[in-house]
């Protein structure tokens, strides 16, 4: 994250109908929807406190089609973390992430510094799986990077993923803590400040 930036910018890639939206839904809001309605590009906010100061959190939600390559530039030009995400019941989703890899290493001169994650969501939906676990597993050992699989839709492994991938960012060393946020004191929260954690507010 540059210095003098207070915004943390998180970009989710995958391609059409693999659930990016309902797993920056289900971890923004804590809900799930069950239709599916296309995005072009949505970005969401959370607030938090990190190294004492306040931090925006800024998740952008891009289209799962190649009709935007300039907001997909854009997009990775911005970007600080990236979380790759396909569907488990499809393989060519998968396919379609090794593009946008690349394309985020191209741009980025490499992906060593770069918080990236590759998930695999609809883990629910066992009996249609195309991409074994064992799959995932394997492309996200060739680029090197953490691997999850997940269901937006019974919230398995959603806040996982954003506390793996800002653990990644080793300047910031930066965790999550969305469940118990709304819970803690003023002073719990004071308390959290000096010793340089993060906490979703």
């Not at 980025?108 to 994650?117: D, L, R, S």
């Not at 839709?153 to 118990?180: C, G, I, P, T, Y």
């Amino acid at each position: 994250m540059p210095e003098q930036s207070n915004d943390y910018r998180v970009v989710v890639f995958g391609a059409g109908g693999v659930g990016k939206s309902s797993l920056v839904l289900r971890f923004v809001k804590g809900t799930f929807r069950e239709t599916y309605v296309p995005t072009v590009e949505d970005t969401y906010r959370q607030v938090i406190s990190c190294d004492n100061s306040v931090c925006t959190l800024q998740i952008t939600d891009t289209t799962g089609s190649h009709q935007f390559p300039a907001m997909q530039q854009l997009s990775i030009t911005k970007g600080h973390a990236f979380i790759l995400v396909y569907s488990v019941t499809s393989s060519q989703s998968l396919e379609e992430l090794k593009p946008i890899y690349q394309q985020v290493a191209s741009m980025k001169g490499g992906v060593e510094n770069i918080p990236i994650m590759l998930v695999g969501n609809k883990s629910d939906e066992s009996p249609h799986r195309q991409v074994s676990l064992k799959q995932g597993e394997t492309q996200a050992s060739v680029w090197r990077c953490p691997f999850m699989e997940t269901s937006a839709k019974n919230n398995v492994n959603v806040k996982e993923v954003f506390q793996e991938l800002l653990a990644l960012d080793k300047r910031r060393h930066m965790s999550l803590n969305v469940s118990d946020a709304m819970k803690r004191s003023a002073k719990q929260k004071r308390t959290d400040k000096l010793k340089g954690k993060c906490t979703v507010m």
